[in-house]
C-alpha cells in the first residue's frame, strides 16, 4: 500500500498517536495540492471565449445540480496544450469564474488516489483537480512501437475510468488534466463518463505575444517606437527564440538588469541583440578586440547577406538588424526580416533560392572587394547550412537545381524516404548541390557587383554604427534607387 493511500485510509488499525498522525495528514496534502486564489485575467490568455463559456457551464450545472446539465458541461476534460504552465493558469481561471476550488495534484501521486479520487475532495466541493500528465494516462506517444501502456486492457485504466463514473451531484469535483498531444491519453480514458469533453487551445499570434511580453516587462523600460511600432516583432522574435516561458522570464529579468546598468530605454535592436546572444551577461570588449572585429572584411561580409537579402527579395526581406559587434561565436550576423518569414504560406524553390543566395552572399562579398585567395573561413556556418538545406530539398523534396526549367521540374520526383541515403544516391546528390551552390555563387557575386556602392554604403555605416536597423537599411536602399517594400 502506497504512503498516500495509508494517508487517506479511514479504517486503519494504526495506535492512537498513529491516527491522529493520519487525520490530519489528508488535509495537509490537500493543502499542500491547494492553487493560489488569486487567478490570471481572461486578458491573459489568448483567444479564451470558449473556456469563458465552460466556466458559465460548470456553474450553471453546480447551481442546478443536475445530471443531465454535468453531462453537457464535462465532468472529466483532457485540454491539449503545448504550453503546460499556460494550461494550468487557465484552468485555475477557470475554477475562478466558476467558483470553484482548484487543485494541483503532481502525475506521481495520481495513482495513489485511486479509488474514490473524487471522494478526497468533496470536503471542498465545488471544486476543479487537475492531475499533472504521466504515466498514469496509459497510453504509447509511437504507436509504431509496441507499448504495455497502449492496450485497452491496461490496469490501472480500467480502475481510473470505473473510478471516475462516481460523480456526487451535490459534491461536484471535475477533474481535468492538460497534454500537448490527444494520443498521450490511452482509449479506455476518453469514455463517457471519464474524460470524454476535450478541448485544444490556439498557439498564440505573434501581436499578442509581443503585447503581453510588453505588459509582462512594463511599458516603462521600452522606448516610444519600440511601443508603437515593434509589438507583432517582439511577438515573432519570441516565437523564434524564446518560446518557453521560463525562457521568457528569463529575458524578462535581463532585460531590466540592462535597462537599469544603461540608464536607458529597451528598443528592438536591444532585444534581436539578447536573441542573438542569449540572456548570458559578458565583459565589455576592450578597444583593441573591438578594432579587431569590426575590420572592413566583417563589415563587407555582413553588408553582402543585407544587400542580397534586399536585392534579391525585391525590397521584401529587409533585415531588422545587423552588427558586426563581436560574440565568442561570432564576429558579425544579420538578422533577417522576422515580418517576412511570417507572411511566408509555404516554402517554395524561390524560397530556397532566396536562402540560398542569402548564404552564399557573405563569402561573396569578400571573394569580390578582397579577392578569392583572401576570403575568410567566416562563411563556415553559412556554406554549411546552405549545403543541408539544399541536400534534403533535393533528396527528399523532388527539388532540382534547374526547376525554374518546367521541362526539368518533374526530373527527380522519386524522392529518398527521410534518413535513407545509400553511397551512390548521395554521390549524386552531392554532386548537384555543388553544381547548384556554384552557379548561384556566381550570380550572386555578378549582383554584387552591379550594386558595388550600395555593399560599400551599407559595410560604412557598419563600420561607424555597428548595429545598423531596417529602417537605416530602408534609408540606404532607397539612396541607391534598391526597390524596397
Not at 143 to 161: A, G, N
Not at 179 to 201: P, Q, Y
Not at 437 to 445: D, S
Amino acid at each position: 500500500m502506497s504512503l498516500l493511500t495509508r494517508l487517506f485510509s479511514s479504517d486503519s488499525n494504526s495506535a492512537s498517536h498513529e491516527k491522529l498522525e493520519l487525520a490530519e495528514s489528508p488535509t495537509s496534502a490537500l493543502q499542500a495540492w491547494r492553487a493560489q486564489p488569486k487567478a490570471a485575467e481572461w486578458g491573459d490568455f489568448y483567444a479564451p471565449e470558449i473556456f469563458i463559456e465552460w466556466a458559465r457551464e460548470l456553474k450553471i450545472a453546480i447551481a442546478l445540480q443536475d445530471q443531465g446539465a454535468w453531462d453537457l458541461a464535462g465532468r472529466g476534460v483532457l485540454v491539449i496544450s503545448d504550453q503546460q504552465a499556460t494550461a494550468l493558469d487557465l484552468l485555475n481561471k477557470i475554477a475562478s469564474d466558476a467558483g470553484m476550488r482548484f487543485f494541483e495534484v503532481p502525475a506521481s501521486h495520481v495513482a495513489d488516489l485511486v479509488p474514490d479520487i473524487r471522494s478526497k475532495f468533496q470536503v471542498h466541493a465545488p471544486a476543479l483537480v487537475f492531475l499533472e500528465s504521466g504515466d498514469w494516462m496509459a497510453s504509447n506517444p509511437d504507436p509504431t512501437i509496441f507499448s504495455p501502456f497502449d492496450s485497452d486492457e491496461t490496469s490501472f485504466s480500467k480502475s481510473l475510468h470505473a473510478d471516475l463514473l462516481k460523480f456526487d451531484l451535490k459534491n461536484p469535483v471535475v477533474v481535468v488534466t492538460a497534454a500537448n498531444s490527444e494520443r498521450l491519453m490511452c482509449r479506455e480514458l476518453k469514455k463517457v463518463g471519464a474524460f470524454d469533453r476535450i478541448f485544444t487551445t490556439d498557439k498564440p499570434n505573434a501581436e499578442f505575444l509581443g503585447a503581453k511580453f510588453l505588459s509582462k516587462v512594463g511599458h516603462d523600460f521600452f522606448d516610444e517606437q519600440t511601443l508603437k511600432n515593434s509589438q507583432k516583432k517582439i511577438g515573432l522574435l519570441l516565437q523564434s527564440e524564446f518560446e518557453e516561458p521560463d525562457q521568457q522570464d528569463l529575458l524578462v529579468l535581463r532585460i531590466k538588469r540592462f535597462a537599469k546598468s544603461e540608464s536607458r530605454k529597451i528598443n528592438f535592436n536591444d532585444l534581436a541583440n539578447f536573441a542573438l546572444r542569449g540572456v548570458v551577461e559578458h565583459a565589455r570588449p576592450d578597444p583593441s578586440m573591438a578594432e579587431a572585429s569590426a575590420k572592413r572584411k566583417t563589415a563587407i561580409h555582413e553588408a553582402g547577406h543585407a544587400c542580397i537579402a534586399i536585392i534579391a527579395s525585391e525590397g521584401q526581406n529587409i533585415p531588422d538588424y545587423a552588427t558586426v559587434v563581436p560574440s565568442k561565436n561570432f564576429l558579425g550576423v544579420v538578422f533577417e526580416s522576422l515580418a517576412y518569414y511570417d507572411k511566408m504560406e509555404d516554402f517554395t524553390f524561390n524560397n530556397m533560392l532566396l536562402k540560398a543566395r542569402i548564404c552564399l552572399a557573405g563569402r561573396a562579398a569578400e571573394d569580390l572587394f578582397f579577392g578569392s585567395a583572401n576570403v575568410s573561413s567566416g562563411a563556415n556556418s553559412d556554406l554549411a547550412a546552405v549545403s543541408r538545406m539544399c541536400f534534403s530539398l533535393f533528396a527528399y523534396s523532388g527539388f532540382h537545381p534547374e526547376m525554374m526549367t518546367s521541362d526539368i521540374a518533374s526530373s527527380n520526383l522519386a524522392v529518398l524516404r527521410s534518413g535513407e541515403v545509400d553511397p551512390i544516391q548521395y554521390d549524386r546528390i552531392s554532386k548537384e548541390v555543388r553544381h547548384f551552390l556554384h552557379e548561384q555563387y556566381h550570380h550572386v557575386i555578378d549582383t554584387l557587383e552591379r550594386n558595388r556602392g550600395f555593399v560599400e554604403a551599407v559595410a560604412e555605416r557598419l563600420l561607424w554604427d555597428p548595429i545598423v536597423d531596417q529602417s537605416e537599411m530602408i534609408e540606404i536602399a532607397v539612396r541607391f534607387g534598391i526597390k524596397v517594400g
